[in-house]
């Protein structure tokens, strides 16, 4: 991994949701920072142990901030969320700016209620799709 500052969205690569999530921040990253990983990469695994956290834990997606920076700072569940909406911009920033007042606890409380949930609404996966050409550059794990 290089010493980007890039922002690195890491997701359950097997998920449908969060493949979605990641087509979504594709779309309306204009600005192009977002970088992305899946959770089953040796990638997140190195980042999530740096921070104590597991990559087994695939009910969430986690934001890293800074990457290998001494500001360096994992974000998760809506946090990571409010992140990535924040760094999008626009009426994106605006919902972000909506949603931080709500308590975190309420918040991660609705997160993973869908989480727990996601594969039988959204359906699972049998291996990480491939990125589209254009992208594949910002994919860290291929």
Known sequence: MSASSNPIL?????CGLCNRLVQF????????????A???????ALILGRHGASA???DTFYVVADPEQPSEHLFSRSEAAVFVLTKLGGAWAVAAVLCRPL??????????????NRYKIFGKLDVCPIP???HRA???DR
Do not use: C, T
């Not at 890491?10 to 097997?14: N, S």
């Not at 899946?38 to 997140?44: K, R």
């Open 132 to 134: 589209d050409a254009r």
């Open 25 to 36: 921040v594709l779309r309306h990253d204009h600005n192009e920072i977002f970088r992305f």
């Open 56 to 58: 087994n834990d695939l």
């Open 38 to 44: 899946s959770l089953q990469s040796p990638l997140a």
């Open 10 to 14: 890491l997701y359950d690569g097997v």
């Open 103 to 116: 308590p975190r606890s309420f918040r991660d409380v609705l997160y993973n209620l869908v989480a727990r």
């Open 138 to 140: 910002k994919f860290l």
